[in-house]
């Protein structure tokens, strides 16, 4: 048989309905009568399935092996999406929807019904037997849930079963519940679940009506009609064990239980390879429920609602306050006392799995960790963390997609705790900003580059990210810390705070919005790079493409059209630049200042050749701030930019005047002189005017238009300008992260100086 | 690491009590019952002036040859007492006040849970965590 590639959830399903199918536990062949179960619960006509078992290999082997039973299993998903059955077709389709398999008739299905019940839509398989719950539904709700439950039904077989949304929970579920049954004789667990949607159901006449009928629309028909019933009426105390579809937590818990040690590893596999659904996670209904209770209490939605609200709120649905109270431990992830929207919701999921007799988990599962709210609005992570396909039980909380949100999340009580010197009791409850006051504690105490604003930025240039940068630059550090330092891995923040630190220390007048200026477009800092282009008809058409659209016409540098003074020029050019694609009379004037664009188009040249345009866009970024007030200086450090582009800075000194390329030779010669200006400065504007500089380069870059086919020294020049720009800026930052080290050493022998010298007057 | 930790209420009665399972837990029960006396007696030389986080820890309440005893209090008169082995020498004063700040900030996070009403004995998973984590490792 050919190869098969599948993807990761196909990969899971295909192996659990393996292990389901693997009665004899020999991991290796499916037992053919389960097989042909399962092929006919696919509800394709007999002689499709004859086809299929054909091409997969199996009437020639006689058995299902792993493989054949893969092959199989795509083909059957192959046939049910119509597509003609062919074994080269196995590859080639993509987004191929996982197979569905109806259960009609199994003794097994008959104890499921009564345990999926509530379920009714998480298990298309179970549309057949599913009226009893409905009916429940009905006879508690009225119409209301019942229509939903029904319209559900129908809509649920009609979905793809993609493992996400909880309508399409059923058919990954299905085999869950297959296997579940399979392997419990019996057992609490199945009673329970009998037993438990009678009680549950029983007392739900008494649901108050409320906003929670309003809501029932939405819910009805998936495992949310169950919670939603539970939580409408919080009359009710049974903690009803209705399975929930999306909560394999208790399957985790039976199977563990149940399964004869053979089909322990199964269980396991299984578990594994049922991560895709994720226990834990919210469906979009039930958080819809979850927001509109929310606004019951809180109408806004960003708001708070607080501890006594949320008491009486969950003390409604009866749980014993001992696990009321674990789950607000959980679930109030900042401590504060009060509960947010994605707290709240998390509080209300674990409620419900309470409610269905999930256990509560000891650590807040993934999909749950509530969003930075407060901190950067782009930063969505939240619930959808639990989409990657968390495996096995939800007390774990392995990081996989989103490793910076959670793994930030985690590190809150830490980062907290350890920040507790920094904040007495009373701040405690604004752990959020903590983080953020860190941040801007270390700024201020590093004088030299004059750090306003230690704005961590994305180390990964992002265009978005620079769109923010650029809108925001003027609005608050914390802001921008807080919604950086959350959206960036933590090892990130310190090479991002370095990194701005350079940046924001590039120009001297920077008060307010030191922000790093925002990641160059990458068209911006080819752009900005192309006046060098285009004046040296340099830029190769296909690397200058990126880089920025240079004026076709490149009018060489030496062409002083507009005569004014360099300074004068620079701002003139860089708005030019900065505001469009720059025109020949915006290259012209710089042919006076030629020694600064010279610098930007060096720069520039550099950096189109260049992958991190970054620096050349937070740099035209500063340079468009700076522009006003420090176009001396930063003409100036641009110059001196160019000086350390040109090559590394030893070179820089060494080359004083010798022009490196034919295209730098105007350049350089400014650069040395420059380079004698900076010199005389202090360090620390040194290092904000060539960032400033930098900046202004790269601002001016964007600006440039793209010339087409560009000499390959210009290119050469470019490259070599960036590097320089690269070895100046790692300097930087070398020198900065050596200055907060001194600082925070200083500051932790403070401390202990301070603790010393406590008076021991107690003792 | 401590031996035994435990959590008065105000009016003296333990919320929480936590000692190594292999000694006679009785022992310390009322070793903490009677170091209360100590912790009165220290708060009440402490006189209504400043209550700062400083004053807050009252330090070595009173050394056994087995066994030292430290306290701190909060300042709505919570009493955290923690007895430590006297062979532990390494414990020196400032992890002992590191460690009653932590505990100090485990109970104010109970106290955030609305669910929690002051003067319930605490059951909080997350603060015997936090408290496991400080108490000695007896294998």
Known sequence: ?763 | MAVCIAVIAKENYPLYIRSVPTENELKFHYTVHTSLDVVDEKISAMGKALVDQRELYLGLLYPTEDYKVYGYVTNSRVKFVMVVDSSNTALRDNEIRSMFRKLHNSYTDIMCNPFYNPGDRIHSRAFDNMVNSMMMQVC
């Open chain 1, 1 to 763: 048989m050919e190869g098969l590639t599948l993807s990761e959830a196909e990969q899971r399903y295909y192996c659990d309905l393996f292990s389901y199918c693997d009665t004899e536990s020999t991991k290796k062949v499916a037992s053919n009568g389960r097989v042909l179960e399962l092929f006919r619960a696919a509800q394709l006509p007999n002689d499709v399935v004859m086809q299929i078992m054909e091409q997969c290999g199996a009437t020639r082997l006689g058995y299902f092996g792993r493989s054949q039973f893969y092959i199989a299993l795509k083909l059957v998903a192959v046939a049910q999406s119509g597509l003609p059955l062919r074994v080269e077709s196995l590859n080639t389709v993509k987004d191929l929807p996982l197979p569905r398999f109806v259960m009609t008739k199994n003794e097994q299905e008959s104890r499921h019904t009564a345990l999926y019940s509530s379920d009714a839509d998480n298990s298309a398989s179970y549309s057949g037997v599913i009226p009893p719950p409905p009916g429940r539904i009905q006879v508690k709700k009225g119409s209301v849930s019942h229509d939903a439950v029904q319209q559900r039904t129908s809509t649920d077989q009609q979905e793809s079963t993609s493992p996400v949304v909880s309508p399409q929970q059923s058919p990954p579920t299905s085999p869950h519940t297959w296997r579940k049954h399979n392997r419990h004789p019996s057992g609490g667990n199945n009673e329970r679940p009998l037993a438990g949607p009678g009680p549950f159901w029983a007392p739900f006449s008494e649901a108050q009506p409320g906003s929670s009928t309003s809501s029932d629309p939405i819910w009805s028909g998936h495992s949310p009609p169950p919670h939603q019933e539970n939580w409408v009426s919080f009359a009710d105390t049974p903690p009803t064990s209705a399975l929930l579809a999306m909560h394999p937590a208790s399957v985790q818990d039976q199977t563990t239980v149940r399964t004869v040690a053979s089909a322990t590893t199964t269980n396991e596999i299984r578990r594994q390879s049922s991560s895709y659904d994720d226990p834990w996670k919210i469906t979009d209904e039930q958080r819809q429920y979850y927001v509109n209770q929310f606004k019951t209490i809180q109408p806004d939605l960003n708001g708070f609602i607080p501890g006594s609200a949320a008491k009486e709120f969950f003390t409604k649905s009866k749980l014993p306050i001992l696990e009321l109270s674990h789950i607000w431990e959980l679930s109030d992830f900042d401590k504060d006392g009060a509960l947010t929207l994605d707290e709240f919701c998390a509080a209300f999921h674990l409620v419900v799995a309470r409610k269905n007799g999930y256990d509560l988990p000891q650590k807040l599962p993934e999909s749950l960790m509530p969003k930075l709210i407060d901190l950067e609005d782009s930063t969505e992570v939240g619930e959808q963390t639990g989409e990657v396909g968390y495996s096995s039980s939800p007390a774990e909380a392995p990081p996989s997609k989103s490793p910076s949100m959670p793994s930030l999340n985690q590190t809150w009580p830490e980062l907290n705790q350890s920040s507790e010197q920094w904040e007495t009791f009373s701040e405690r409850s604004s752990s959020s900003q903590t983080l953020t006051q860190f941040d801007s504690n270390i700024a201020p105490a590093d004088p030299d580059t004059a750090i306003v604003h230690p704005v961590p930025i994305r180390m990964t240039p992002s265009k978005i990210h620079m769109q923010e940068m650029e809108l925001k630059r003027t609005g608050s550090a914390d802001g921008y810390s807080s919604s950086d330092s959350y959206t960036s891995d933590p090892e990130q923040i310190g090479g991002t705070v370095t990194r701005q630190r350079s940046h924001s220390g590039t120009s001297p007048d920077n008060t307010a919005p030191p922000p790093p200026p925002p990641r160059p477009h990458p068209s911006h800092s080819r752009s900005s790079s192309l006046d060098m282009n285009r004046s040296f008809s340099v830029t190769p058409g296909q690397q200058q493409a990126g880089v920025v659209a240079y004026p076709p016409a490149v009018p060489p540098r030496p062409q002083p059209s507009q005569g004014a003074g360099p300074h004068v020029h620079r701002p003139v050019d860089a708005e030019g630049l900065i505001a469009h694609t720059s025109t020949s009379p915006q290259q012209i004037p710089e042919q006076p200042n030629f020694a600064d664009f010279s610098q930007f188009e060096a720069f520039a040249v550099s950096g189109v050749n260049k992958e991190e345009d970054d620096e050349i866009e937070t740099h035209s970024e500063v340079l468009q701030v700076e522009k006003p007030p420090d176009s001396a200086s930063s003409l100036r450090v641009a110059k001196a930019d160019g000086r350390v582009e040109d090559k590394a800075p030893a070179n820089v000194p060494t080359s004083a005047g010798k022009g490196t390329t034919p295209l730098a030779p105007p350049p350089k010669p400014i650069r040395r002189r420059l380079k004698s200006e900076d010199e005389l400065r202090p360090e620390a504007e040194e290092h904000t005017q060539k960032t400033g500089v930098i900046a202004a380069v790269l601002a001016s870059q964007p600006s440039i238009p793209r010339s087409v086919g560009k000499d390959k020294k210009a290119i050469q020049a470019s490259i070599r300008r960036n590097k320089e720009t690269n070895t100046v800026l790692a300097r930087l930052n070398s020198e900065l992260q050596q200055q907060l080290k001194d600082v925070l050493e200083e500051r932790i022998s403070l401390e202990v100086q301070l603790e010393q010298l406590r008076p021991f007057s107690h003792l």
